[in-house]
C-alpha cells in the first residue's frame, strides 16, 4: 500500500498510522510532501523534521534531493517493505524535486544499493533454558501474533503447543495464523470463553 501526504500537519498526522504499521508488520510506501529544499532549516511554512520524526516508527526513510532518484528510491522502499518482517518506509520529497523535469534514460541508469539485515543463527543455549522453563511452568500458555503468519510458523507453533498441552491465545493479526477450531486455540487474549 502507497499514501501520499501533505508537508506538516499532513505528514505529522501520519505517524499514528506508521507506527501501528511498524507494530503489526504492515507493508506500508508513505510519500510525504516537503517545503522546497532551498527553504531547509529556515522555519518554512510546514517545515517539519519528517525523516527524524519518522525514524523511529519505521524500518527505514528516505529523503528524496534529486528527481532521478525517486523511481529508484521508490522500488529500494517497496523491497525494505516487505523484506523480512514487513513495515513502513517513508519518501520525504521536497517541492522543487516534485516539479523538475527528469530525462527517462537518466532514471533507467540510476540503482539505490540496499543492505539486507541477516537475522543471527539461534543461540542454542538460550534455546535450551526457553524449553527448560517452559518445561517447568505449571501453567504455560502461547500467545501468538501476526510474526507467526508472516514467518510462515503456523506448523511449529501448533507442534510446540500439541507437544506441551500449552493453550494458545492470540493478538488481534494472530488470529488467523491458527486454525480457530485448534481444541488448543482459546481465541483472542482478553476475550472471555462461555
Given at each position: 500500500?502507497?499514501?501520499?501526504?501533505?508537508s506538516?500537519?499532513?505528514?505529522?498526522?501520519?505517524?499514528?498510522?506508521?507506527?501501528?504499521?511498524?507494530?503489526?508488520?504492515?507493508?506500508?510506501?508513505?510519500?510525504?510532501?516537503?517545503?522546497?529544499?532551498?527553504?531547509?532549516?529556515?522555519?518554512?511554512?510546514?517545515?517539519?523534521?519528517?525523516?527524524?520524526?519518522?525514524?523511529?516508527?519505521?524500518?527505514?526513510?528516505?529523503?528524496?534531493?534529486?528527481?532521478?532518484?525517486l523511481?529508484?528510491?521508490?522500488?529500494?522502499?517497496?523491497?525494505?517493505?516487505?523484506?523480512?518482517?514487513?513495515?513502513?518506509?517513508?519518501?520525504?520529497?521536497?517541492?522543487?524535486?516534485?516539479?523538475?523535469?527528469?530525462?527517462?534514460?537518466?532514471?533507467?541508469?540510476?540503482?539505490?544499493?540496499?543492505?539486507?539485515?541477516?537475522?543471527?543463527?539461534?543461540?542454542?543455549?538460550?534455546?535450551?533454558?526457553?524449553?527448560?522453563?517452559?518445561?517447568?511452568?505449571?501453567r504455560?500458555?502461547?500467545?501468538?501474533?501476526?510474526?507467526v503468519?508472516?514467518?510462515?510458523?503456523?506448523?511449529?507453533v501448533?507442534?510446540?503447543?500439541?507437544?506441551?498441552?500449552?493453550?494458545?491465545?492470540?493478538?488481534?493479526l494472530?488470529?488467523?495464523?491458527?486454525?480457530?477450531?485448534?481444541?488448543?486455540?482459546?481465541?483472542?487474549?482478553g476475550?472471555?470463553?462461555?
Amino acid at each position: 500500500m502507497t499514501v501520499v501526504v501533505t508537508s506538516g500537519p499532513g505528514a505529522t498526522n501520519l505517524l499514528t498510522g506508521l507506527a501501528n504499521a511498524m507494530m503489526d508488520s504492515s507493508p506500508l510506501i508513505a510519500i510525504t510532501g516537503q517545503v522546497p529544499t532551498a527553504f531547509f532549516g529556515r522555519d518554512a511554512f510546514q517545515e517539519t523534521d519528517i525523516v527524524g520524526a519518522t525514524m523511529p516508527v519505521t524500518k527505514h526513510t528516505f529523503m528524496v534531493r534529486k528527481p532521478e532518484d525517486l523511481v529508484p528510491v521508490y522500488k529500494a522502499a517497496h523491497e525494505i517493505a516487505i523484506d523480512g518482517r514487513p513495515g513502513p518506509v517513508v519518501i520525504d520529497l521536497p517541492r522543487d524535486v516534485q516539479l523538475m523535469e527528469v530525462d527517462p534514460a537518466v532514471i533507467k541508469a540510476r540503482t539505490i544499493r540496499i543492505t539486507r539485515k541477516i537475522a543471527p543463527e539461534p543461540d542454542p543455549s538460550l534455546i535450551a533454558y526457553a524449553l527448560k522453563l517452559l518445561l517447568n511452568a505449571e501453567r504455560p500458555v502461547m500467545l501468538i501474533g501476526g510474526g507467526v503468519c508472516w514467518s510462515g510458523a503456523t506448523n511449529e507453533v501448533l507442534t510446540l503447543a500439541e507437544l506441551l498441552g500449552m493453550p494458545i491465545v492470540t493478538t488481534l493479526l494472530g488470529k488467523n495464523c491458527v486454525p480457530n477450531n485448534h481444541p488448543l486455540v482459546m481465541g483472542p487474549r482478553g476475550c472471555t470463553v462461555a
